[in-house]
């Protein structure tokens, strides 16, 4: 008899070895900013089923953000994304004395947000116009369905001695 346990562990094994892959493409691409899109990957098996979660925007890791609408607040984002991925903008001088709300530096990061928010919301990220990727995790989810595959007819093989049909061994 096969006990649940076994495949269960398969699946996380498996899956958890694909977290750990994704993670290592991701930050060798150089992708990681925040690291919110690393902290977001988990997984979860149950006896019948097993799923690697990421956050919402995970499949724009290889295809990118294509052009249209933004969230409210988009040039805030594109401004927390400069200062996580250290990004600094030339500071921009005012040419009057009077007080004024911004210092230099905030205006240059300001304006450099606002351009590269207006030029993804116009034209998409760099990596939609360039037509993506395919080596953060589309290379890795084969591999590892194919490796849960092996594992599995594995354990069958060595689970089941033989088969009787009539009570002849059809399979020893």
Known sequence: MI?????????????????VAIIA???SAGQKASGKTTASM??????TRGTL?????????????KAGKVPAGFTGIIK??????????????YKTDRPH??????RGEN???FLIARKI??????????????????NEVPVTTRKIGERLLEMLSTEVKSIKLNNKEVIK
């Open 53 to 65: 979660f990421g956050r919402s925007a995970f499949g724009t890791l290889e295809t990118g953000r």
């Open 80 to 93: 927390q994304w400069m200062k996580d991925k250290g990004i600094e903008a030339e500071p921009i001088p």
């Open 101 to 106: 709300k911004y210092t230099p530096k905030e």
């Open 121 to 138: 919301k116009k034209s998409g990220t760099q990596l939609f116009r360039q037509g993506g990727r395919s080596d953060i995790y589309s």
């Open 42 to 47: 988990h997984v979860e098996v149950t006896e």
């Open 111 to 113: 304006t450099l947000a």
């Open 25 to 27: 493409h991701h930050l």
């Open 3 to 19: 006990t649940g346990a076994v495949p269960r562990q398969i699946l996380q094994d498996e899956l958890e070895e694909l977290r």
